[in-house]
């Protein structure tokens, strides 16, 4: 509209100039005279001023088009993950519970030999750890979000804590055996529950996608100036398009209504800011000849580095 109307005055204003130009010097060409320059001038100034305009908001339309597509993605996404949440926690809290309260109810309604009893209290134990890891991951979620987090950081012996985290995983029901290559008497400054909850974590992630029967490796070591941590398996592996997105709060890989494993995409959203917060970094790198393995290094601090020395 501006064009037109721009190309309108533009043609009315020659043809009002012409014809009194016309009038005084008739024959002449009007377009060769100083008037007639200095309108066409102003005319090409004008149409390029609107052709600018417009192309700056055609720029601007279409990038606050991509950018509410991208919101909205980025919403539809969230809405998605805080659904498969929802419904993957109403099974991890529904299915231990029911299985404890079968075991119960079949020891209070019939008389069981002792290896009955036992292994029903033994399978009920390992529920409830599940069911208390399940809470712990949830309430260390939270926690670890908040930027006064409220660790109580000390110097810890991290050796002794992972062999203790590795014996609660060693009567897995998938009879996983896991490989302890741990150094003796490796340090850090950090938060002692924190540190459980990483490694655990990570356990549990590598038996929940291992095949029944296969090893775990867990390696602790120490490497210059950092403590290097890995947990390999010999599961279905990662693709490499996914491994940033599974640190992702609720990410998890498939969807909920047809996934097989258990989970609620807690845990490595849990490690990844736990290293953030300690600046260690977290890799994902392939297992030969299958599986994952991830890979943490805890920096060192001043303290530690001069003793070593």
């Known amino acids: 509209m501006l064009y037109a109307k721009n190309e309108t005055a533009f043609k009315e204003k020659i043809e009002l100039n012409?014809?009194?130009?016309?009038?005084?010097?008739?024959?002449?060409?009007?377009?060769?005279?100083?008037?007639?320059?200095?309108?066409?001038?102003?005319?090409?100034?004008?149409?390029?001023?609107?052709?600018?305009?417009?192309?700056?908001?055609?720029?601007?339309?279409?990038?606050?088009?991509?950018?509410?597509?991208?919101?909205?993605?980025?919403?539809?996404?969230?809405?998605?993950?805080?659904?498969?949440?929802?419904?993957?926690?109403?099974?991890?809290?529904?299915?231990?519970?029911?299985?404890?309260?079968?075991?119960?109810?079949?020891?209070?309604?019939?008389?069981?030999?002792?290896?009955?009893?036992?292994?029903?209290?033994?399978?009920?134990?390992?529920?409830?750890?599940?069911?208390?890891?399940?809470?712990?991951?949830?309430?260390?979620?939270?926690?670890?979000?908040?930027?006064?987090h409220g660790f109580a950081e000390d110097d810890i012996n991290i050796a002794d804590l992972l062999r203790r985290v590795t014996d609660r995983f060693s009567n897995n029901k998938k009879q996983i055996k896991i490989q302890l290559h741990i150094a003796d008497d490796v340090y850090l400054h950090l938060d002692t529950m924190g540190f459980i909850s990483v490694t655990t974590n990570l356990i549990e992630n590598a038996i929940k996608y291992s095949e029944p029967e296969t090893e775990?490796?867990?390696?602790?070591?120490?490497?210059?100036?950092?403590?290097?941590l890995s947990v390999a398996d010999n599961g279905i592996g990662i693709p490499v398009d996914e491994r940033k997105k599974v640190f992702d709060k609720f990410y998890r890989i498939g969807n909920e209504d047809t996934r097989k494993t258990k989970g609620t995409g807690l845990g490595l959203f849990i490690v990844k800011r736990f290293m953030e917060i300690y600046k260690g970094t977290i890799s994902i790198e392939d297992n030969k000849p299958n599986g994952t393995a991830f890979v943490l290094l805890f920096p060192k601090s001043k303290q530690q580095k001069q003793e070593e020395i």
């Open 18 to 148: 012409a014809e009194k130009y016309y009038k005084t010097n008739p024959g002449a060409d009007y377009t060769r005279t100083g008037d007639y320059q200095q309108i066409h001038i102003k005319y090409a100034r004008q149409r390029l001023m609107i052709f600018t305009e417009g192309g700056v908001f055609f720029v601007l339309l279409i990038v606050g088009f991509i950018m509410v597509r991208r919101v909205f993605k980025i919403e539809i996404e969230l809405a998605l993950q805080q659904r498969n949440f929802l419904h993957s926690i109403t099974h991890e809290l529904k299915s231990p519970l029911s299985t404890i309260k079968v075991s119960l109810q079949t020891m209070i309604k019939r008389k069981l030999e002792p290896e009955q009893t036992e292994r029903l209290i033994n399978n009920s134990l390992i529920d409830l750890d599940r069911l208390e890891s399940l809470v712990d991951n949830i309430l260390f979620a939270a926690k670890i979000e908040q930027s006064q």
């Open 216 to 228: 775990i490796l867990v390696t602790l070591e120490n490497q210059g100036d950092h403590v290097k």
